[in-house]
């Protein structure tokens, strides 16, 4: 057998004899290879345009910062979410799925469904290696679609902004932030019905941001501001955690 050759038997249950074959290892390092190059380039590329947007070396550091510290909230989520997925789809395919798409919720539902119709269940004994292969490619399927969709309509939501942007220069001010708050409001009232731990958890970190964002202004300390999401992020996790220890309902 070659050193990449796998263990394939179709009605097995040892799923991680495949879920860790080295060829999966390699295409996981080789995604990761491709996202560090793509963000070496974005960084590039945010420098060269810096000084005709106005921003100064200061301000551009700041905003480095600033992205660096509020994804540190959302990945320490994911990275929950993905250790206890380990068992069911091992390491590389947690990486490149996870990792990459960032939405735990939509995989997981893509390998379900997927199990479903084959008429097994994730983590049952009916989860074999033949079902964990179907389950794989519908999800590397999806996130396929997901960007393809975006290779697409960038460009082409990319020259509807420029045009609004002639017939008003303020729109595309406006429009970029009403979206990003309208996104954001959507999904956090879409949790509200779920139980009171999760209203108790919302208004918790929200009141932690305004709080940070309201020091920041008072203390003059732009630090706050940068590491507000973060705080929050850290606050709601802690209130969710004590929140269902005091039988206020489920967490997701």
Same mark, same amino acid.
């Given at each position: 057998?070659?050193?990449?050759?796998?263990?394939?038997?179709?009605?097995?249950?040892?799923?991680?004899?495949?879920?860790?074959?080295?060829?999966?290892?390699?295409?996981?390092?080789?995604?990761?290879?491709?996202?560090?190059?793509?963000?070496?380039?974005?960084?590039?590329?945010?420098?060269?345009?810096?000084?005709?947007?106005?921003?100064?070396?200061?301000?551009?550091?700041?905003?480095?910062?600033?992205?660096?510290?509020?994804?540190?909230?959302?990945?320490?989520?994911?990275?929950?979410?993905?250790?206890?997925?380990?068992?069911?789809?091992?390491?590389?395919?947690?990486?490149?799925?996870?990792?990459? %798409?960032?939405?735990?919720?939509?995989?997981?539902?893509?390998?379900?469904?997927?199990?479903?119709?084959?008429?097994?269940?994730?983590?049952?004994?009916?989860?074999?290696?033949?079902?964990?292969?179907?389950?794989?490619?519908? #999800?590397?399927?999806?996130?396929?679609?997901?960007?393809?969709?975006?290779?697409?309509?960038?460009? %082409?939501?990319?020259?509807?902004?420029?045009?609004?942007?002639?017939?008003?220069?303020?729109? #595309?001010?406006?429009?970029?932030?009403?979206?990003?708050?309208?996104?954001?409001?959507?999904?956090?009232?879409?949790?509200?019905?779920?139980?009171?731990?999760?209203?108790?958890?919302?208004?918790?970190?929200?009141?932690?941001?305004?709080?940070?964002?309201?020091?920041?202004?008072?203390?003059?300390?732009?630090?706050?501001?940068?590491?507000?999401?973060?705080?929050?992020?850290?606050?709601?996790?802690?209130?969710?955690?004590?929140?269902?220890?005091?039988?206020?309902?489920?967490?997701?």
């Amino acid at each position: 057998m070659t050193p990449l050759a796998l263990p394939l038997d179709g009605s097995s249950t040892d799923i991680l004899a495949v879920a860790n074959s080295p060829i999966l290892w390699i295409c996981g390092l080789g995604v990761f290879a491709v996202i560090i190059i793509q963000s070496v380039i974005y960084i590039r590329a945010a420098r060269k345009a810096a000084p005709a947007a106005g921003m100064t070396e200061a301000e551009l550091k700041t905003s480095f910062r600033s992205g660096a510290i509020a994804a540190i909230g959302p990945s320490l989520a994911v990275v929950l979410v993905a250790v206890a997925l380990l068992a069911l789809f091992g390491t590389p395919a947690v990486l490149v799925r996870i990792g990459l %798409i960032g939405s735990a919720a939509y995989e997981t539902g893509a390998a379900n469904i997927s199990a479903t119709t084959m008429g097994a269940a994730l983590g049952a004994n009916t989860y074999t290696q033949q079902v964990f292969a179907v389950a794989f490619f519908a #999800m590397s399927l999806g996130g396929a679609m997901w960007m393809l969709a975006t290779l697409i309509f960038t460009p %082409i939501l990319k020259r509807g902004g420029h045009k609004l942007a002639k017939v008003n220069p303020a729109i #595309m001010t406006v429009v970029p932030a009403a979206a990003l708050l309208a996104a954001f409001i959507s999904l956090g009232t879409a949790e509200l019905p779920k139980s009171a731990a999760h209203v108790v958890t919302l208004l918790s970190a929200a009141a932690v941001m305004g709080l940070c964002v309201f020091l920041s202004k008072k203390l003059a300390k732009n630090w706050l501001r940068e590491w507000g999401l973060g705080f929050a992020i850290l606050a709601g996790l802690a209130v969710a955690y004590f929140a269902h220890g005091a039988g206020l309902g489920p967490v997701a």
